[in-house]
């Protein structure tokens, strides 16, 4: 099964290298270089309806959007795909491993996730289709409650982020997550997690947010 990535994120073409080194017939495109019927989509740009309807006219086996800040029945409804879709983890610094945060809807076959899974030669781990994921809301959890640590002058970010990483054997700190990830990116999560889920712990430090703020283009 031909592999087509799309997206011009340094997250859609390292993920892409990451395939073509484990022998996948993988190629980065453009929505208008889909080949027509057959091809799996790995999509690193954000997932929304408007999103969706670049791959009606391809007819691909199957879609992987990247769905952490929503959900696959936000972006698909009710309405008929001809496709299979499942979401994924596209945050950067998730997608490099040899595995992939994968979610899908109540009812859908497994089976072609079974196929999709053999396909990238990677592993999947299936998860309920809900906002944040797990692995972006547990990793912005924490880089917010680091925010809150340093917010309250208990130590500084590169303190944080040795103790974090000795004393949990993390591969980074919560600061150097937050770089890679992008903190307008932490702070979105976390908004639409706590607008989800009305849990204190997503609610976004006061100095997370004007820092992101603060390195925003305006």
């Given at each position: 099964?031909?592999?087509?990535?799309?997206?011009?994120?340094?997250?859609?073409?390292?993920?892409?290298?990451?395939?073509?080194?484990?022998?996948?017939?993988?190629?980065?495109?453009?929505?208008?270089?889909?080949?027509?019927?057959?091809?799996?989509?790995?999509?690193?740009?954000?997932?929304?309806?408007?999103?969706?309807?670049?791959?009606?006219?391809?007819?691909?086996k199957a879609v992987f959007l990247n769905i952490?800040?929503?959900?696959?029945?936000?972006?698909?409804?009710?309405?008929?795909?001809?496709?299979?879709?499942?979401?994924?983890?596209?945050?950067?610094?998730?997608?490099?491993?040899?595995?992939?945060?994968?979610?899908?809807?109540?009812?859908?076959?497994?089976?072609?996730?079974?196929?999709?899974?053999?396909?990238?030669?990677?592993?999947?781990?299936?998860?309920?289709?809900?906002?944040?994921?797990?692995?972006?809301?547990?990793?912005c959890m924490i880089i917010n409650e680091a925010?809150?640590?340093?917010?309250?002058?208990?130590?500084?970010?590169?303190?944080?982020?040795?103790?974090?990483?000795?004393?949990?054997?993390?591969?980074?700190?919560?600061?150097?997550?937050?770089?890679?990830?992008?903190?307008?990116?932490?702070?979105?999560?976390?908004?639409?997690?706590?607008?989800?889920?009305?849990?204190?712990?997503?609610?976004?430090?006061?100095?997370?947010?004007?820092?992101?703020?603060?390195?925003?283009?305006?």
């Open positions: 099964m031909k592999v087509a990535i799309t997206g011009s994120s340094q997250e859609a073409k390292d993920f892409n290298k990451l395939l073509i080194e484990l022998g996948v017939n993988s190629s980065l495109l453009t929505e208008k270089e889909l080949p027509e019927h057959g091809c799996l989509v790995v999509d690193f740009i954000p997932a929304s309806k408007t999103r969706l309807q670049f791959f009606l006219a391809s007819k691909p952490p800040y929503t959900t696959l029945s936000e972006v698909v409804g009710n309405d008929f795909i001809e496709f299979d879709c499942f979401g994924f983890n596209g945050l950067a610094g998730f997608a490099r491993d040899k595995s992939l945060e994968v979610s899908y809807r109540q009812g859908q076959d497994l089976n072609i996730l079974k196929q999709a899974s053999e396909a990238l030669k990677i592993g999947i781990n299936e998860i309920s289709d809900t906002i944040g994921m797990v692995s972006p809301r547990v990793v925010y809150f640590t340093f917010q309250d002058g208990t130590a500084k970010p590169s303190d944080i982020d040795l103790s974090m990483r000795l004393g949990t054997n993390y591969p980074l700190g919560p600061f150097e997550w937050a770089k890679k990830i992008g903190l307008a990116e932490v702070v979105h999560l976390l908004d639409r997690v706590f607008d989800y889920t009305h849990d204190e712990r997503y609610k976004v430090c006061t100095t997370l947010r004007m820092e992101a703020a603060r390195l925003t283009p305006q």
